[in-house]
């Protein structure tokens, strides 16, 4: 591995064309980005250059083969200025734990925490300080390296680039169980952050849209009987005062604002259970009217609630909860994330 980083300033930031009042989620980018090759067997010197289109040779493996993978994750800037990043080397494991899995070189955490510090220092002033507004950031990996036969390529590029987003607002989601399609299979990639499981999910999810409905609940491939995940974010049921989510496999993606959530909520003496959940124990609570919550987690939204499910041609609300689990533990998490609140865990990294 060579060390140090090149830094290409930009001539003139694009900051003062962006209006962080209305920002939207992830359409903006800023001033610079970090990129970083893998050539020879080496990750190569990492380059902080303007913002900018990247050239490939068409016979790249990236836009035959697939070797794509990524991560999400977030700055924050507290009231006295600092720049926060939440559980970030969590982001970097499993960024690698992506890369084994799509045979993708195995990226040094040097390299990730450095090259993000640094790039998170040069565009500072990127990273909004409105409330529930925050820094984008995406890393990622592909394959850059050519040839047309179906094998691993040679080379590959880290990139992380950054987009200022506004809170993430999702409305009121109305959701739909799945009973043909599946996101992952046992064996298969469903725990990486591999960029086909996302094109893989758009056509199910088009059909959703097209019935009304926002988002796809996945449910196992094999039964289509227990809940897996909601659209790319992990879910929880709360039946009565119980929380409930499914344990993490091949098939469910092991979120960092999920296993965060469960530890938080085993703190404020939440009672939780990490259990298969199957689709007629959702159902059977909707109909007795035990079923009070279900949402979504992730980094983009945080904590997504979810209004409504469809199953079988047969729609089913949520109530109206005054003491809402996903109100309390999203400002619970935000308030670690953004520093307003003390952090007993260890998650907040200050830059
Ligand atoms: C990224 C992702 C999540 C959420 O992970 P976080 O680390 O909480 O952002 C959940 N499910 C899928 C399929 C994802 O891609």
Redesign the pocket.
């Known amino acids: 591995m060579k060390s140090n980083i090149e830094i290409q300033r930009i001539e003139k930031s694009k900051i003062d064309a962006v209006d962080f009042d209305n920002l939207p989620f992830g359409s903006v980018y800023s001033d610079h980005m970090l990129e970083c090759d893998f050539i020879n067997g080496e990750w190569q010197t990492p380059v902080i250059k303007p913002y900018a289109p990247i050239s490939l040779d068409p016979a790249a493996k990236i836009f035959h083969y697939g070797q794509s993978i990524f991560e999400?994750?977030k700055a924050y800037k507290d009231n006295a200025g600092n720049t926060l990043l939440f559980r970030p080397i969590?982001?970097c494991k499993?960024l690698n734990k992506s890369a084994e899995r799509l045979v993708i070189p195995q990226i040094p955490e040097a390299v990730f925490m450095e090259g993000l510090k640094r790039l998170l220092e040069i565009d500072s002033k990127w990273i909004p300080t409105n409330e529930g507004s925050s820094l984008y950031i995406r890393p990622f990996i592909f394959a850059t390296g050519i040839g047309l036969h179906a094998s691993p390529a040679d080379d590959y590029k880290f990139v992380i680039c950054t987009a200022p987003s506004g809170a993430y607002f999702a409305g009121k989601v109305k959701v739909l169980i799945e009973e043909k399609y599946a996101?992952a299979a046992n064996g298969g990639v469903?725990f990486a952050?591999a960029g086909g499981?996302?094109a893989a999910q758009f056509y199910p999810t088009q059909l959703a849209i097209e019935k009304g409905y926002n988002q796809i609940i996945w449910t196992d491939d094999n039964s289509h009987e227990y809940i897996e995940?909601a659209?790319?974010?992990?879910i929880f049921i709360r039946i009565n005062d119980t929380l409930i989510t499914s344990p993490t496999s091949d098939r469910?993606?092991?979120?960092?604002?999920?296993k965060s959530i469960i530890q938080i909520a085993k703190d404020m003496d939440i009672d939780i259970e990490v259990r298969k959940i199957s689709v007629s124990e959702v159902i059977a609570a909707a109909q007795s009217g035990s079923l009070k919550e279900m949402f979504g987690?992730?980094?983009?939204a945080v904590i997504s609630p979810i209004a409504a499910f469809g199953y079988k041609n047969t729609d089913y609300d949520l109530p109206t909860i005054a003491t809402s689990f996903a109100t309390t533990l999203k400002k619970a998490i935000t308030d670690i994330q953004t520093n307003k609140a003390e952090d007993p865990y260890g998650w907040r990294v200050l830059i």
């Open positions: 999400g994750m969590d982001n499993r996101r469903g952050k499981n996302y995940e659209g790319a974010m992990n469910i993606l092991d979120g960092i604002t999920r987690t992730g980094t983009a």
